[in-house]
């Protein structure tokens, strides 16, 4: 059983920057590809980011891609994101998530095993 638990949300101006960290316990870190989801209220979960084991793979939405980078540390049993030219529809509830599946980055919420309990970003314009 793994844990995450993301840090690092806050309230942001447009244009702004924050980087997201989960950290994770409970598990072999190395073995898990990671990804990165928001929800904003009202709306569906939708996928950011994943990073696969080794962090050799990465995968980014079309609406975050160039702005936000995703990293890992598998050392520290955490992975990272980069968030920077924050838009206020970034403005969400951003959770961490963990896959134990083969190398890959997965988009689908389904696809991922374990959850964070997320951190809000909120972007002010």
């Known amino acids: 059983q793994v844990q995450l638990v993301e840090s690092g949300g806050g309230l942001v101006q447009a244009g702004g920057s924050l980087r997201l960290s989960c950290a994770a316990s409970?598990?072999?870190?190395?073995?898990?590809?990671m990804g990165w989801f928001r929800q904003a209220p009202g709306k569906e979960r939708e996928f950011v980011a994943a990073?696969?084991?080794?962090?050799?793979?990465?995968h980014y939405a079309d609406s975050v891609e160039g702005r936000f980078t995703i990293s890992r540390d598998n050392a520290k049993n955490t992975v990272y994101l980069q968030m920077n030219n924050l838009k206020p529809a970034d403005t969400a509830l951003y959770y961490c998530?963990?896959?134990?599946?083969?190398?890959?980055?997965?988009?689908?919420?389904?696809?991922?095993?374990?959850w964070g309990q997320g951190t809000q970003v909120t972007v002010s314009s």
């Open positions: 990073i696969t084991w080794s962090g050799g793979r990465l």
């Open positions: 409970g598990g072999t870190f190395s073995r898990y590809n």
């Open positions: 998530a963990a896959d134990k599946g083969l190398p890959r980055t997965p988009t689908n919420k389904f696809e991922y095993d374990y």
